[in-house]
């Protein structure tokens, strides 16, 4: 069995407001989180799109260096 692997990207918006999450896994390309708690929130939200397939999730930050990676192992299993 060939299971694919969703990426995601968490980075800084430009306007200085939040991070976008942003993966083609995404139905609408990218998401926009804001203050307080946007990296959380769109790593969970990376994480429950996910729960299928196996992901990986980069957070870069304002200068697009990699600073967390979260791997997330998807939850189904064939029997």
């Known amino acids: 069995m ?3 692997q969703h990426v995601y990207e968490v980075r800084p918006r430009k306007d200085k407001r ?3 999450l942003i993966s083609d896994a995404l139905p609408f390309g990218r998401l926009w989180y ?3 708690n946007a990296i959380s929130n769109a790593i969970g939200y990376a994480k429950f799109r996910s729960r299928l397939r196996d992901a990986v999730i980069r957070v870069y930050d304002g200068a697009g260096n990699v600073v967390e990676t979260h791997e997330h192992a998807g939850e189904f299993k064939e029997w």
């Open 18 to 20: 939040g991070v976008d």
């Open 34 to 36: 804001g203050e307080p």
């Open 2 to 4: 060939i299971t694919s």
